[in-house]
């Protein structure tokens, strides 16, 4: 029996966002969003998802208003951008009990300081926009050869468009 898509019954907002967020694959569609994959292709590439689950999955993205097709490519939506923090906090949590390397490091492009877990800027002291945060390879990043893996060893800012 394949279990529903909602929690119905559940009155908690973090269930809510887990209709929209929480099935597999989702929010790895919304971080390779964050770092300027636009393109089917190379979402396909870079996440090795099967083509009918993407498709799915970036269905309901859009039907959500987390991301807009706009001609054959996808974008984050203000809403899909207010996901960065998520995202940010998630992966540095996996990074320090899941993972062994650091895959992205993640700088303030205004001041050059070190994005905290919280996806804060210590330095200046406040929440940094997706569009003013520099990514940058950690050693954990160096080993795919997908083309999007290839783009992202050079410093990138958020949301700018990846064309492999």
Partial sequence: MALGKD??????SVARALEVVG????????RDALYGVRRFSDYLAHLGIPRAVLSARLHALTE??????????YALTPMGVELWP??????????RHRSA?????????????????DATCPACDRP??????????GPGALRRDDPVSVYLREPHRLLDPIRT
Avoid at 7 to 12: L, N, T, V
């Fill in 128 to 137: 940094v926009r997706p569009t003013e945060v520099e990514m940058h390879p």
């Fill in 7 to 12: 929690y119905a019954g559940q009155d908690c």
């Fill in 86 to 95: 998520v995202v940010h906090t998630l992966a540095r949590w996996g990074e």
């Fill in 101 to 117: 390397e650091e895959m992205r490091i993640f700088v303030h492009a205004e001041c050059g300081g070190r994005l905290a877990d």
């Fill in 23 to 30: 099935e597999r694959w989702t929010l790895l569609i919304v």
């Fill in 64 to 73: 959500a208003g987390v991301l807009a097709k706009e001609g054959n490519e």
